[in-house]
């Protein structure tokens, strides 16, 4: 919080500021914005650069913009990575299935200058590099553009998908293929996953129209029931799944042939 506080400092010196130029300037701001929350008073920002006081999200908005400062790099030196905030949501696992709402900026990016050579031809070993880099972007794993992408977790209950998608999973999601695909596969590899999003939450799996309702087929062996929706009304298609990040082997592996002997066994 000290180095915060001088690199601030620091900052404000080298455009020849004063504290009487900074409170007037966040004045501007807090004008600007319709709300006191923005402005900084001499003692605060004294406090700020001298006393390792953290600045509240306004006035480091504020010290942002009069100091053309990136607002994310100076979050980071109060310890504060917002890039890594995926990769914080996943290891918060929560049981159901949802959308991930951080955009392409937040994925934890490759870096540029790496002395290790990948050929993503091959199988390569990438644990080491992993501890390096935290979790990899999406970008390293299809290569392509994700402008239009968001990104979906699966549930840890969620083995609606499996074994083609594991719960935990993550998945990307092209926004721009949402209508649904009557044809085009030869085998459930091909055939198109979507990401979808109804009154109670959000489901994945193999789509098909069937006059006004939408059916909702998990895999074979998940030993679940389709889900049947009215159409549009009641879902959404965020989009087709495009790209997976899976643990291939799960610790909570669920029993499917314990649970499909249980259900077939008669009652005693």
Same mark, same amino acid.
């Given at each position: 919080?000290?180095?915060? $506080? /001088?690199?601030?400092?620091?900052?404000?010196?080298?455009?020849?500021?004063?504290?009487?130029? !900074?409170?007037?300037?966040?004045?501007?701001?807090?004008?600007?914005?319709?709300?006191?929350?923005?402005?900084?008073?001499?003692?605060?920002?004294?406090? #700020?650069?001298?006393?390792?006081?953290?600045?509240?999200?306004?006035?480091?908005?504020?010290?942002?913009?009069?100091?053309?400062?990136?607002?994310? /790099? !100076?979050?980071?030196?109060?310890?504060?990575?917002?890039?890594?905030?995926?990769?914080?949501?996943?290891?918060?696992?929560?049981?159901?299935?949802?959308?991930?709402?951080?955009?392409?900026? @937040?994925?934890?990016?490759?870096?540029?200058?790496?002395?290790? /050579?990948?050929?993503?031809?091959?199988?390569?070993?990438?644990s080491h590099l992993m501890r390096r880099? $935290?979790?990899? @972007?999406?970008?390293?794993?299809?290569?392509?553009?994700?402008?239009?992408?968001?990104?979906?977790?699966?549930?840890?209950e969620d083995w609606s998908m499996y074994?083609?998608?594991?719960?935990?999973?993550?998945?990307?999601?092209?926004?721009?293929?949402?209508? #649904?695909?009557?044809?085009?596969?030869?085998?459930?590899?091909?055939?198109? #996953?979507?990401?979808?999003?109804?009154?109670?939450?959000? !489901?994945?799996?193999?789509?098909?129209?069937?006059?006004?309702?939408?059916?909702?087929?998990?895999?074979?062996?998940?030993?679940?029931?389709?889900?049947?929706?009215?159409?549009?009304?009641?879902?959404?298609?965020?989009?087709?799944?495009t790209g997976v990040a899976m643990v291939?082997?799960?610790?909570?592996?669920?029993?499917?042939?314990?649970?499909?002997?249980?259900?077939?066994?008669?009652?005693?």
């Amino acid at each position: 919080m000290d180095r915060a $506080g /001088e690199l601030l400092k620091r900052a404000r010196e080298r455009l020849k500021l004063t504290y009487r130029d !900074v409170e007037k300037a966040s004045q501007i701001i807090a004008t600007r914005r319709g709300s006191d929350e923005f402005a900084i008073a001499l003692s605060r920002l004294a406090d #700020i650069e001298n006393k390792a006081t953290v600045p509240n999200i306004y006035r480091l908005y504020t010290l942002c913009a009069i100091y053309r400062l990136d607002f994310d /790099e !100076v979050l980071r030196w109060y310890g504060v990575p917002r890039d890594l905030l995926p990769s914080e949501a996943v290891r918060v696992g929560l049981p159901q299935t949802h959308a991930i709402q951080f955009g392409p900026r @937040a994925a934890s990016p490759v870096p540029q200058n790496s002395n290790a /050579e990948i050929d993503l031809n091959k199988t390569t070993f990438l644990s080491h590099l992993m501890r390096r880099w $935290g979790k990899m @972007a999406f970008q390293f794993l299809d290569g392509q553009e994700l402008s239009h992408h968001r990104y979906g977790f699966i549930g840890l209950e969620d083995w609606s998908m499996y074994p083609v998608l594991h719960p935990g999973s993550l998945v990307v999601i092209d926004e721009t293929k949402r209508k #649904i695909a009557t044809a085009g596969w030869t085998d459930e590899h091909d055939r198109p #996953i979507y990401f979808l999003e109804h009154r109670q939450g959000y !489901v994945c799996g193999w789509c098909m129209l069937v006059g006004n309702r939408l059916l909702i087929q998990p895999h074979p062996a998940s030993h679940q029931q389709p889900q049947s929706f009215g159409w549009p009304a009641e879902i959404d298609v965020l989009g087709q799944v495009t790209g997976v990040a899976m643990v291939l082997e799960s610790s909570q592996r669920r029993p499917a042939r314990a649970s499909a002997a249980r259900a077939k066994s008669p009652d005693p």
